[in-house]
């Protein structure tokens, strides 16, 4: 068939008839990107690198746009650009030559929502939460990418954020110079201890589908405020393994902020008693309560976790590794 159409034409000494390009083109990219790509180009990047799917295109090109410059964009220009608008703008009215440096182009305005976050989603977490505080716009990118995370870990954060050690120096007690026969004293360096629990707290408000909680290895002791976490309800998994200063009443306290709590980890938690296990047992609407964690706690005895599961049927998994008085 093919070498009867190349006789047939070749007696008029002409080519076959080509399809125009721009009619093998979806109208669609051609509205958006028709005067500022190449046809050819336009349809190479849809036909080769993107399968003819018109979404894939527009994407595809839509990425190449903050660097058609010939440069890349730094995310702190970016979010600098918004504290110069004013500035450029003055500028602009007085100068019309456009020679303005970098840090007067207005990138965050001319870059598309998808691009930002995609930019933004490299990012870590502590970096969407400083972004909530720059505008409107990047507040709202900000909650869509922690909108997604249901499961987090805390700990690296009251670490580095809220958990303040200071040194004080201890005075000598009154007529002490005294007593040492007029010798000088040295004072010792006292280390001092606070965390910052609104600051741990709100941290944990910005995060509104979490599911899955994490406070592990620290020295956090306001459990109380955990009542005034937003998205409380929705927490089924907590876990505060090797938290040094939980304790027994502190449990009564977890179980009623969270009442869709499924999972529990409190290993190495060595200030639990079996009197925290009464706690659980007292608690009459933990009854999602399916997985509890009490490895190496060597105050919990076998009577705590016999009277535990005696009265908490639903729960279907209990470890209890490493402890003092045996395994069950």
Known sequence: MAETSKLFWGKFKKSKIDTPIEDKIPSRLLEIFGTSVDS??????????????????????????????G???????IIESLRC???SAAHQTTNNNHNHNSMARNYFANTPTHVLRHIFSFNDVSAWGTLTCVNRECRLLAKALLSAITAYDFSFYYHRYCYHTTSKKQQ???????????????????????D???KLISHVNAFPYLHSLSLRSTSFSKWYIFDSILNKR???HLNVSSSLNLCDDDISTIMEAFPALQSLDLSNCIDITDLGMTHIIEYERC??????????TPLITKNGIKQLMAYKKHITRLEWKGSKYGNL
């Open 40 to 69: 050819t180009l336009l349809y190479s990047v849809y036909d080769l690198h993107c399968n003819r799917s018109v979404t894939d295109t527009i994407e595809y090109l839509s990425k190449g746009e903050s660097s058609r410059d």
């Open 196 to 198: 910052d629990a609104l």
């Open 71 to 77: 440069e890349e964009v730094p995310i702190e220009v």
């Open 287 to 296: 009854d999602a309560l399916h997985s509890i964690y009490l490895n190496h």
């Open 234 to 236: 929705n927490v089924t």
């Open 85 to 87: 608008n004013e500035l």
């Open 172 to 194: 000598p007690p009154p007529h002490a110079h005294a007593r040492a026969g007029g010798r000088r004293l040295y004072t010792s360096n006292l280390r001092i201890a606070a």
